[in-house]
């Protein structure tokens, strides 16, 4: 049973950063692609970055040149680096994994709140 545990949210200022964790259990992390989505209230939840099992990166424009998404395959752990935040960067964050298969697997997400 393949299972992820976000952690590193939290509460901080514009402009401020933050290191969101990815711990994941039951694989090894063998995956096509891993990725952090985010929803915000009473809006749909929305791709942030994801990395592929070759490394290769992806970005939300919004995040684009502010956030990092990286791995460590020894750790079996993804991470987001968060940089400059915003207000609108708001949100409950959430881990997800798809294996070769196409199956889906979500973490339970962790809160970030950005204060103006």
């Known amino acids: 049973q393949v299972q992820l545990v976000e952690s590193g949210g939290g509460l901080v200022q514009a402009g401020g950063s933050l290191r969101l964790s990815c711990a994941t259990s039951g694989t090894r992390f063998n995956f096509r692609r891993m990725g952090w989505y985010r929803q915000a209230p009473e809006k749909q939840r929305e791709l942030v970055a994801t990395?592929?099992?070759?490394?290769?990166?992806n970005y939300a424009d919004s995040v684009k040149g502010r956030f990092t998404i990286s791995r460590d395959a020894a750790e079996n752990t993804v991470y987001l680096q968060m940089n400059s935040l915003k207000p609108e960067d708001t949100a409950d964050y959430y881990c997800n994994s798809r294996s070769w298969a196409g199956t889906d697997y979500w973490g339970k997400g962790t809160l970030v709140t950005v204060s103006s």
């Open positions: 990395i592929s099992s070759g490394g290769s990166t």
